[in-house]
């Protein structure tokens, strides 16, 4: 089954405790973006990746890193987590990127507190 | 500045009635746009998606209607469900570097038995 599968599904973490959320996709797809959700704000791109080893900023980099050593993977680190950054994360992934379908994991509830 | 927005926040409807969202755009290099449904709990979920040398595109139950000299995008359903009660946002490719999908702010379909 194609799918986009990140974990963990809920995390609850203290301000400055360096995190990793996992993304990870079967469809062999080139691009792969990360996402926050906030209330009335819609999906806000964070970072994106055009294939392996290329990534690039989003509208909402801040605070934020990721990687792309393998094609199927795309973790979001953050570095010294703040309440500021309290949302859910989706991770996507599509063929080629705008143009295309994108694919979207179940999504990250991650509390700062 | 541009953007991606919807005119209706929250949108009722009778179960069996038809169900129109609507979308409003700003970018005129747009190029494709897609419709997405959220559930409570869940990742956005493709719904039907249109590219800008289309005026229609009909699915199972749903029609995208795209009118490039207002800019307005619509989703139609027919006979609407209980299960389409979900939160549904438009996304447009502006076709900037990032090849990133832009995602409006989310309308609310309550469908009402």
């Known amino acids: 089954e194609a799918q986009v599968t990140q974990n963990p599904r809920y995390l609850i973490t203290v301000t400055g405790k360096k995190l990793t959320v996992t993304c990870s996709q079967n469809?062999?797809?080139?691009?792969m973006s990360w996402y926050r959700q906030d209330p009335g704000l819609g999906l806000r791109q964070i970072y994106y990746?055009?294939?392996?080893?290329?990534?690039d900023k989003g509208d909402v980099p801040e605070g934020y890193k990721v990687s792309r050593k393998e094609k199927r993977n795309f973790p979001l680190i953050l570095e010294s987590p703040s309440p500021n950054q309290t949302s859910l994360y989706f991770c996507?992934?599509?063929?080629?990127?705008?143009?295309?379908?994108?694919?979207f994991g179940q999504g990250t509830r991650l509390t700062v507190v | 500045g541009e953007s991606v927005g919807l005119h209706l926040p929250t949108l009722s409807v009778q179960e069996g009635d038809n169900s129109i969202i609507n979308c409003a755009y700003s970018?005129?290099?747009?190029?494709?746009f897609i419709w997405y449904k959220q559930e409570s709990g869940k990742g956005p979920q493709f719904i039907i998606d249109?590219?800008?040398?289309?005026d229609k595109r009909q699915g199972q139950r749903v029609t995208v209607l795209l009118n490039k000299t207002v800019k307005h995008l619509s989703l139609q359903i027919a006979a609407t469900q209980p299960g389409d009660s979900a939160v549904y946002f438009c996304?447009?490719?502006?076709?900037?570097?990032?090849?990133?999908?832009?995602f409006g702010s989310g309308t609310r379909l309550q469908v009402q038995p």
């Open positions: 996507a992934s599509s063929l080629s990127g705008g143009n295309t379908e994108a694919f």
């Open positions: 970018n005129s290099a747009s190029d494709y």
């Open positions: 996304a447009e490719n502006r076709r900037t570097g990032r090849r990133a999908l832009t």
């Open positions: 469809m062999n797809h080139e691009y």
């Open positions: 249109i590219r800008s040398n289309m």
């Open positions: 990746s055009m294939n392996v080893e290329v990534t």
